[in-house]
Nanobody, 123 residues
């Protein structure tokens, strides 16, 4: 398994931007498909974005497409989530996750998770 640590969350005004980072350690980072999910209290963990092992392919949730960008730097063992034009409904705890599967949008497909980072968007 790979160990994951998220950073970069915080409080931002609506319309602002944040960049989340997820640093990985352990087994070879480039062998994992990476994903970002988010969760609010009392709700299920929702898919945000995923990126293939090489970074060539990505998928996004409809609610963030065009505003968020997922990327990775395999030399730095890090995956990023650039979040622009943030809205109050983007407020959540954001988690990064790793899987040996190909691009997948369900949390059940991932077997390594970070501890999460809080993102709060004020209106």
């Amino acid at each position: 398994q790979v160990q994951l640590v998220e950073s970069g969350g915080g409080l931002v005004q609506a319309g602002g931007s944040l960049r989340l980072s997820c640093a990985a350690s352990g087994r070879t980072f480039s062998s994992y498909t990476m994903g970002w999910f988010r969760q609010t209290p009392g709700k299920e963990r929702d898919f945000v974005a995923t990126i293939s092992r090489s970074g060539a392919n990505t998928l996004y949730a409809h609610s963030v497409k065009g505003r968020f960008t997922i990327s990775r730097d395999n030399a730095k063992n890090t995956v990023y989530l650039q979040m622009n034009s943030l809205k109050p409904e983007d407020t959540a705890i954001y988690y990064c996750a790793a899987t040996s599967l190909l691009l997948t949008t369900t949390p059940q497909g991932y077997n390594s998770w970070g501890q999460g980072t809080q993102v709060t968007v004020a209106s």
